[in-house]
């Protein structure tokens, strides 16, 4: 596939600049699921993609203009797309890539359209609008655009308030194996530390973050360090 950098896509009226495939979703074997969504004049409006132990990544758009949304979520945690409100109705087609794709039933990442953000108290709204760019900065793959989704999800990691899409607690898990990825294991085990207990108050969290842990200190030779903690993942793991 490729990509081509710095153009501006419209989607259903909302202008976005980043990287855009030009074509419609293409399966070249990791595309599992395509949806269309209608989007309402003048109303924000979002998708939700829990991914459910596969590695997902997203594009979205219409016509011959796709924008791609990846966050460094291994298997574990969410994309989140936001759309801002078009002057006009319309529609956008969302295509969903992933690998690891497990055979079981139920096992594809699950898909929430919120039709309607404005609904949303504005906290909550802000932070799916600053989740979906730091997505869609990550997803360009540059050095510059990752540094600044970096940013932009370490930002969020330091937010506090009620959590209920769990924004937060995924933003600490992505900003911890941005770091990684950048990489600086310290930082990743610095935030770690920092947020553990937030991300521990849920196994899946727990596991994710025992994991991350245990890579990072291989990345600084701390292989009895990482030794322990791959330990602990296996041992939350149900």
């Given at each position: ?87 006009t109705a319309g529609s956008i087609e969302l295509c969903v890539h992933t690998t690891f794709l497990h055979q079981a039933a139920g096992d594809k990442p699950a898909i929430t359209f919120i039709d309607n953000a404005a609904t949303l108290p504005s906290t909550q709204r802000a932070r799916l609008q600053r989740f979906s760019e730091a997505a869609r900065l990550w997803g ?99």
């Amino acid at each position: 596939m490729r990509w081509r950098p710095t153009i501006e896509a419209v989607i259903a009226g909302a202008t976005l600049v980043g990287c855009t495939a030009a074509h419609a979703c293409l399966d070249d074997g990791t595309l599992v699921d395509t949806r269309s969504f209608k989007l309402a004049a003048q109303v924000p409006s979002a998708v939700q993609v829990e991914q459910r132990g596969q590695f997902v990544w997203l594009e979205a758009g219409k016509g011959n203009e796709y924008l791609r949304y990846s966050l460094p979520n291994d298997r574990t945690g969410m994309e989140v797309i936001y759309f801002e409100p078009p002057a006009t109705a319309g529609s956008i087609e969302l295509c969903v890539h992933t690998t690891f794709l497990h055979q079981a039933a139920g096992d594809k990442p699950a898909i929430t359209f919120i039709d309607n953000a404005a609904t949303l108290p504005s906290t909550q709204r802000a932070r799916l609008q600053r989740f979906s760019e730091a997505a869609r900065l990550w997803g360009q793959a540059t050095a510059s655009s990752q540094q600044q989704a970096f940013a932009l999800l370490s930002e969020l990691a330091a937010d506090g308030g009620d959590d209920p899409q769990r924004i937060l607690q995924w933003s600490r898990l992505a900003a911890a194996r941005a770091a990684l990825s950048l990489p600086n294991p310290r930082t990743t085990l610095a935030l770690l530390e920092k947020y553990g207990a937030g991300l521990g108050g849920d196994t899946l969290f727990a596991v994710a973050a025992k994991k991350l842990q245990g890579l990072a200190e291989l990345h600084l030779n701390d292989f009895p360090a990482a030794e322990t903690s791959f330990h602990a993942a296996l041992a939350l793991s149900p």
